[in-house]
């Protein structure tokens, strides 16, 4: 249906335009709403590398490493997301999150301090199941 639709005119917008950062993260949402890793990894660096500062592209990559127990580059991009939003709780309390599971000397102090952040922006975070990253992409 729609999201058929959609992805088409992405994909017509990226061959159109290959430096459409909007049109490769488009691409990138629908392939990690569909699970396909690989597209959406593509998609996610395609859009991050027209564009190294795009907050919601380098999110949604840290996520999608996140759900592939890739720990350090889901930091990595996680952190950078937080780098250019700082007032973004999803993204705070995602790298702490990642950071707690990661466990290598230094993570604990900054993981507590990126999940009280994201408590801070968000109170409603405090309600998180068993604390699971929120996977799904925005």
């Not at 699970?35 to 500062?53: C, F, G, L, M, W």
């Not at 993981?111 to 925005?138: C, H, I, Y």
Request: glycine letters at 6%; a negative charge.
């Amino acid at each position: 249906g729609r999201t058929a639709l959609a992805k088409s005119e992405f994909e017509a917008a990226v061959e159109h335009d290959p430096n459409s950062k909007f049109g490769w993260y488009n691409l990138g949402v629908i392939a990690q709403n569909a699970k396909d890793v690989s597209r959406a990894t593509t998609a996610y660096e395609n859009a991050i590398t027209i564009d190294p500062h795009f907050e919601s592209a380098l999110y949604n990559y840290g996520l999608l490493l996140f759900s592939e127990h890739d720990l350090d580059q889901s930091i990595n991009y996680l952190d950078r997301a937080v780098q250019e939003n700082d007032k973004d709780a999803s993204a705070h309390w995602n790298l702490g999150l990642a950071l707690a599971q990661r466990n290598k000397s230094g993570d604990n102090n900054r993981s507590k301090a990126e999940l009280n952040r994201g408590l801070q922006l968000n109170p409603s975070l405090a309600g998180a199941v068993a604390l699971t990253p929120t996977t799904a992409a925005r």
